[in-house]
C-alpha cells in the first residue's frame, strides 16, 4: 500500500537527550514536510523539503534538525536545545508542483521524561 | 504575517443537521484552499480541495470560495455523529511560499443525538 510511515508512535525523550523521528513514504513525492503540533492548536512547520539533499526551515525550526538523502525519507531529529519538546509530531509529503494536496502520516506523540 | 483565522467552537449542531465551518485567510495572492478532518489523537485527513471562486460538492460536504472576501467555508450535510472531529482549514500557495501550506487552529465540530 502507498503511504507514509511514521515511527515511533509514541517518544519519550530524556532532558538533554537528542532524538530522531521518522518518516519513510512510498508515494514517489518529491517535497516533504514536518509539522508539529500542540494541544488545541493548529500545525505550524517545522522543516521541509522539495527535492532530495535540499531542505529550508519552516516557522519555528530553533532546536531541530533534518536530513534529507534519500527521496522517500525525512527524518526529524529532536534536539537538546528544544526546550519544550513535547508535541504530537506529523510529518507529510506532496507533489513538488504549487497548489499540490499535502498527505500525512500517523503522528508521533513526543513526550519528555 | 500570512494568517488563516477559523473560530475554534466548539460548534455544536443535532444529527441531521448542516455544519457550517468558516475560514478566513489575509495573503490575497493565496491560490489552494484546503479542508482537513482531525480526530483526537489522529492525523489530519483531506477532505476536500478547491482552488476557484465558487462550490465545489464531494458527498455530503460543499467547499465553498469566495477570493474578494477572503473566505472559505465548507458545509456538512446531514451531519452524523461520526462528523464529530476538528476541521482544520489550509491556504496554499502563499506569497513565496511554494506549496507550503499554512493551517488555522481549527474548528470542533460536535454533532449530538
Known amino acids: 500500500d502507498g503511504g507514509i510511515t511514521q515511527s515511533p508512535k509514541y517518544l519519550f525523550r530524556k532532558e538533554g537527550q537528542n532524538v530522531t523521528l521518522s518518516c519513510e513514504q512510498n508515494l514517489n513525492h518529491d517535497a516533504m514536510y514536518w509539522y508539529r503540533q500542540d494541544p488545541g492548536q493548529g500545525l505550524r512547520l517545522i522543516y521541509y523539503?522539495?527535492?532530495?539533499?535540499?531542505?529550508q526551515k519552516g516557522d519555528i525550526a530553533e532546536g531541530y534538525s533534518v536530513s534529507r538523502e534519500k527521496k522517500e525519507s525525512f527524518p526529524l531529529t529532536v534536539t537538546s536545545a528544544q526546550k519544550n519538546p513535547t508535541a504530537f509530531y506529523l510529518c507529510?509529503?506532496?507533489?513538488?508542483?504549487?497548489?499540490?494536496?499535502?498527505?500525512f502520516g500517523s503522528g508521533t506523540q513526543l513526550s519528555v521524561l | 504575517q500570512k494568517e488563516v483565522e477559523q473560530n475554534s467552537g466548539p460548534l455544536s449542531v443535532p444529527e441531521g443537521a448542516i455544519a457550517s465551518l468558516n475560514c478566513t485567510y489575509s495573503d490575497r495572492v493565496s491560490q489552494s484552499f484546503f479542508w482537513y478532518r482531525q480526530y483526537s489523537g489522529k492525523s489530519p485527513e483531506l477532505i476536500m480541495s478547491?482552488?476557484?471562486?465558487g462550490d465545489k460538492e464531494d458527498g455530503r460536504f460543499t467547499a465553498q470560495l469566495n477570493k474578494a472576501s477572503q473566505y472559505v467555508s465548507l458545509l456538512i450535510r446531514d451531519s452524523q455523529p461520526s462528523d464529530s472531529a476538528t476541521y482544520l482549514c489550509?491556504?496554499?500557495?502563499?506569497?513565496?511560499?511554494?506549496?507550503?501550506?499554512?493551517f488555522g487552529t481549527g474548528t470542533q465540530l460536535k454533532v449530538e443525538l
Open positions: 523539503s522539495q527535492i532530495v539533499n535540499d531542505f
Open positions: 507529510a509529503s506532496s507533489g513538488a508542483a504549487t497548489n499540490e494536496k499535502l498527505f
Open positions: 478547491i482552488y476557484s471562486n
Open positions: 489550509a491556504v496554499g500557495g502563499l506569497t513565496g511560499g511554494g506549496n507550503k501550506l499554512t
